[in-house]
Antibody
Framework: QVQLVQSGAEVKKPGASVKVSCKAS????????MHWVRQAPGQGLEWMGI????????SYAQKFQGRVTMTRDTSTSTVYMELSSLRSEDTAVYYC???????WGQGTLVTVSS | DVVMTQSPLSLPVTLGQPASISCRSS???????????LNWFQQRPGQSPRRLIY???NRDSGVPDRFSGSGSGTDFTLKISRVEAEDVGVYYC??????????FGQGTKVEIK
């Protein structure tokens, strides 16, 4: 079955960067785009961007332009989301989700605190 | 971007009674292939979102038949025919028609009275 397994929780200081991974299995990795969505504590779901695992092309939400980079490694069926210049408002659970929205990762909590 | 607006944002319900959540989009969600990519998700506390309904009215595998989706164009509804205790959580509508940019409703918190 389809599985999206994300990396573990992170604690970062303001101004630092964080890189979250999402390893896919159970389907052809390059056949489905991958989205990243985040959820701040007690808040709703916020779309961050999308990556095409086949060619590596990306599209980001305007809010994150210049701070987010999504990449992929086809040899390990893994996509990555790196967010830089972290601030306290970036404290959230970050999810990867397959293109058809049917499958989501378990989430990665990123805490930004001095 | 397409704006998704849900109502109500809080929904106290009595066990065994029906519940209904509305979702409106700022643009038509009919895609060029004729499909409407409006999905509904359930999120229980501490869990990832779980898709319940896709393309307006199709239940995902394992979703109880007390959940149903309806609507067209810009107006959509999720109904729970008889609320059970396990249905407590937050429900989100999401448009995937403009698939390079998903957008979500604000979420509706369902709780038991």
């Amino acid at each position: 079955q389809v599985q999206l397994v994300q990396s573990g929780a992170e604690v970062k200081k303001p101004g630092a960067s964080v890189k979250v991974s999402c390893k896919a299995s159970g389907y052809t990795f390059t056949s489905y785009y991958m989205h990243w969505v985040r959820q701040a504590p007690g808040q709703g779901l916020e779309w961050m961007g999308i990556i095409n695992p086949s060619g590596g092309s990306t599209s980001y939400a305007q809010k994150f332009q210049g701070r987010v980079t999504m990449t992929r490694d086809t040899s390990t069926s893994t996509v990555y989301m790196e967010l830089s210049s972290l601030r306290s408002e970036d404290t959230a659970v970050y999810y990867c989700a397959r293109e058809d929205s049917s499958d989501w990762g378990q989430g990665t909590l990123v805490t930004v605190s001095s | 971007d397409v704006v998704m607006t849900q109502s109500p944002l809080s929904l106290p319900v009595t066990l065994g009674q029906p519940a209904s959540i509305s979702c409106r989009s700022s643009q038509s969600l009919v895609y060029s292939d004729g499909n409407t990519y409006l999905n509904w998700f359930q999120q229980r506390p501490g869990q990832s979102p779980r898709r319940l309904i896709y393309k307006v009215s199709n239940r995902d595998s394992g979703v109880p038949d007390r959940f149903s989706g309806s609507g067209s164009g810009t107006d959509f509804t999720l109904k729970i025919s008889r609320v059970e205790a396990e249905d407590v959580g937050v429900y989100y509508c999401m448009q995937g028609t403009h698939w390079l940019r998903w957008t979500f409703g604000q979420g509706t918190k369902v709780e038991i009275k």
